[in-house]
């Protein structure tokens, strides 16, 4: 009898379980079920919507922008049209700007990445008051606004600015940064470096210390530790700190508008303007699709650390 009853038992127990997999799985996928609505209602329909708009289809949802719009191209065949992308890709302007976008994309993300291995390396090699107030005051960007800061940047490099008064005191010609593409990469960096220390300098912390001393028992210096042990552990925080990076940086609006220049500027500007100024709706969203194609180009790293830090953890 009280064998059977264990059987019984068990084999209920499995029947139960059996029986509340679906029900939980259904009650999870009801609780995801909100944000996952309101993510495609309010990014994903107004996506395919800008693209379908890009490649010609004005009618819809898309009736009343393809009317107030100037130089709107409407689709010819049944996939659209490529018109609207040929306007954009046939202008120089856009082109000049599309290449000094990716060049402050490229040189901002690696004068944070150098900046932020560099405190970070300090800060977990050597220690101390100087590291912590070094680390702390490249946190310092991330509290002020993004505005402010464009703004004192401006002024700090205009032609009347610090710098200029500074050298004029002496008898030199100081340079003007101000409303140029190198206040823009000094602004990029700026509004940047916060985020990059915190994650790299995280990732430079988690390694234990026994590796660290066991390199040093074998006579290891300091730049064999730093390139040899520190940053390949640590190489999925700094990928995911230059993706992120590279990603502000080339969609940025704010610092490009008021520290760059009119001409050439960045795409976040150039869009803008098209969409306001020069009233070509269509062609800002090609604008807009060629950022994301870029963005997501540089997201496809993203997306690989995080397969590789889940397979090392097992998870994948």
């Not at 306007?87 to 900046?115: E, K, R």
Request: no cysteine; charged share 10%.
């Amino acid at each position: 009898m009280t064998v059977s009853t264990a059987r019984r038992s068990r084999s209920g127990t499995k029947s139960l379980g059996v029986r509340r997999t679906p029900r939980l799985s259904v009650a999870g996928f009801l609780m995801a079920l909100p944000p996952i609505v309101l993510v495609l209602l309010f990014v994903g329909l107004p996506v395919i919507l800008a693209l379908g708009f890009s490649l010609g289809f004005t009618g819809g949802l898309n009736t009343v922008v393809s009317l107030v719009g100037q130089q709107v191209h409407k689709a010819t065949d049944w996939w659209g049209t490529l018109a609207a992308w040929a306007d954009v890709f046939g202008d120089t302007q856009f082109l000049t700007n599309l290449a000094v976008t990716v060049v402050v994309t490229v040189v901002s993300a690696v004068v944070v990445l150098g900046m932020s291995i560099g405190i970070g390396l300090y800060l977990r090699m050597r220690g101390g008051w100087f590291a912590t107030m070094l680390s702390g005051l490249a946190v310092v960007p991330l509290f002020i606004p993004v505005v402010i800061a464009s703004w004192a940047i401006l002024t700090f490099y205009a032609g009347d600015g610090f710098i200029r008064s500074v050298f004029a005191s002496v008898g030199l010609v100081g340079p003007t940064w101000g409303y140029t593409v190198v206040a823009i990469v000094i602004g990029s960096v700026w509004t940047s470096l916060p985020f990059a220390v915190l994650m790299i300098s995280s990732g430079f912390q988690s390694i234990p210390d026994a590796m660290i001393e066991a390199a040093q028992d074998a006579g290891a210096s300091r730049a064999r530790i730093a390139f040899s042990i520190l940053i390949p552990m640590s190489s999925v925080p700094i990928v995911i700190a230059s993706t992120f990076t590279a990603i502000g940086v080339i969609g940025s609006f704010t610092v490009p508008y008021f520290t760059g220049p009119n001409a050439p500027t960045m795409l976040g500007v150039m869009l803008t303007s098209y969409f306001t100024a020069f009233n070509r709706p269509q062609q800002s969203i090609v604008m807009a699709f060629t950022i994301f194609i870029v963005a997501a180009a540089i997201g496809a790293f993203y997306v690989w650390a995080n397969f590789r830090s889940a397979k090392e953890q097992g998870r994948a």
